[in-house]
């Protein structure tokens, strides 16, 4: 009955377009989803500066499109994905959401499970795995789900395993500590259908504890052409990716941060404007004791 009440509200799609850079015709199919994918990861960051400015974030779909939109703002995967959910859907889209687990890459344990939302859409009987809320680490177009080969974008290599109900998402070889050609595990998620309600606990979850890296990080981090621009803590990091089918390394720039240059940063770098102080923070996450 909530989920109704909230996406009654209607949505400027028009505005939402403009606001990740998208043109031309939106009628559902593989090549505009895929352009309005890479639009939005390239627009709206992956940021958790509500979390340390004074905020509190609620899965409210008005909510998240004032902050997303109007303000021009990020937010972490319930934001960003379940936004893009509901844009899909006004597009006329089948979008179906997924409760992910995330992999610590520190102590290979799986978060808990709605740790992660992510979406399938499913397009003239093929499913298509979507994510803008995964920050750095995540895929640039959707993935097919209807085969566990190796897919290839960019300087990396993706592929969704399956295995008893479960898939799997991994990459191959860049920043997983293994050599090339070894595969590591990013998030598993299974085919249960959810609804954004379902994540309420696990958001409240990451805006306070210090098992999350929302909570101890702020961060904002978005694709650019190329690469990618991050903040944490008191670090503006700058990566550009090495040109497909080279084998060439990351190049990586850091540059430090006086605290009275954070907000202007952002504002020039990530066009996001906040309205209250923000606290910069960059803490060691506690180690989850459970392996899920």
Not at 23 to 30: D, F, H, V
Not at 143 to 153: D, I, K, R
Not at 271 to 278: C, F, I, K, T, Y
């Amino acid at each position: 009955m909530m989920m109704m009440m909230m996406t009654s509200v209607e949505m400027d799609v028009g505005a939402y377009l403009t606001r990740i850079g998208f043109s031309g015709s939106a009628e559902p199919s593989l090549d505009v989803l895929r352009s309005l994918h890479t639009c939005h990861l390239l627009s709206v960051p992956f940021e958790t500066l509500t979390v340390h400015s004074g905020g509190l974030i609620q899965l409210h779909l008005p909510l998240l499109y004032d902050k997303i939109v109007n303000q021009r703002r990020g937010g972490f995967c319930f934001e960003n994905n379940g936004l893009f959910s509901w844009l899909l859907r006004a597009l006329g889209f089948q979008v179906t959401l997924f409760s992910g687990q995330v992999r610590s890459l520190i102590t290979g344990c799986y978060g808990p499970p709605f740790d992660h939302l992510v979406l399938m859409v499913t397009l003239q009987g093929r499913r298509w795995l979507c994510d803008v809320g995964f920050g750095g680490h995540g895929f640039t177009n959707p993935l097919s789900m209807e085969t566990s080969a190796p897919q290839e974008q960019g300087h990396r290599v993706y592929r969704i395993r399956e295995d008893v109900g479960v898939h799997f998402v991994e990459w191959q070889g860049e920043k997983n500590g293994g050599e090339a050609g070894d595969w590591s595990e990013i998030y598993k998620f299974t085919l249960d259908p959810r609804c954004m309600e379902d994540f309420t606990e696990m958001c409240q979850y990451h805006q306070s504890s210090p098992c999350s890296i929302m909570f101890c990080k702020s961060f904002c981090t978005v694709l650019k052409p190329g690469g990618r621009l991050t903040y944490i803590g008191c670090r503006l990091i700058s990566t550009t990716f090495p040109a497909q089918g080279t084998g060439g390394e990351l190049e990586i720039t850091t540059r430090e941060l006086k605290d009275e240059e954070i907000r202007g940063v952002l504002a020039e770098e990530f066009g996001v404007v906040l309205n209250a102080p923000l606290i910069p923070k960059d803490e060691a996450m506690t180690p989850l004791s459970l392996m899920y």
